[in-house]
């Protein structure tokens, strides 16, 4: 003879061992689940959180930023980016500075500062970034042509003319004067030309 069942018992739901789940131990058990829950959205947060940080830190960087944390590794073949001009040329060297409105590399024969709107691409910066301290704020491609004049250093002017040589004898606010020369013969001067800074591309001095 089968036994008598409370109606109320056979609705309740068993364990694992066929045992009823009393209410609070269900209770317990979707809190838990409530909680897991709670814990995968958090985490979602985070996650979504950082990457809009990313995102945001991405935005503010510049290419600029990028060649600079090159130029302060401490392997020189490390340094080494190729950037191409507006025509197509290439220049391959080690990242010496980047100044407020260009950037300087070099390699074993010379120097070159290179303008930023003559920038047309580059390979070899990584995501590293590094902001201009105060001081490289200040330097600029004025800065270092002055520095060449002082010297008499000769120089080779890239532009969408071609190339000029010559030694710069003079730096003004937005242009320079070239004395034109053959290079190795600085007393040969063949005229005085004056160069608009927004004209040149590149220039190249001579080691």
Do not use: N
């Amino acid at each position: 003879m089968m036994g008598w069942t409370d109606p109320r018992e056979s609705g309740r739901p068993r364990g694992p061992g066929g045992d009823r789940i009393d209410d609070a131990e269900r209770t317990r058990t979707l809190l838990e689940g409530l909680d897991a829950q709670a814990q995968a959205l958090a985490a979602l947060d985070d996650a979504e959180a950082a990457e809009e940080l990313a995102r945001a830190e991405i935005a503010r960087t510049t290419w600029a930023d990028r060649v600079r944390a090159v130029s302060a590794t401490d392997q020189a073949t490390d340094s080494l980016i190729e950037v191409e001009l507006p025509d197509g040329q290439v220049i391959a060297a080690r990242v010496v500075a980047v100044l407020a409105d260009g950037v300087q590399l070099a390699d074993d024969l010379c120097t070159w500062i290179i303008r930023c709107d003559a920038v047309h691409s580059i390979v070899g910066v990584g995501l590293r970034t590094r902001e201009a301290t105060r001081i490289e704020q200040r330097l600029s491609v004025t800065s270092i042509l002055r520095e060449w004049a002082h010297e008499r250093r000769p120089v080779q002017c890239v532009s969408v003319r071609g190339l000029r040589e010559g030694t710069v004898i003079r730096v003004g606010a937005d242009h320079i004067d070239l004395a034109e020369h053959e290079r190795g013969e600085p007393t040969s001067i063949r005229r005085i030309r004056t160069l608009p800074l927004p004209s040149l591309w590149a220039v190249r001095c001579w080691s």
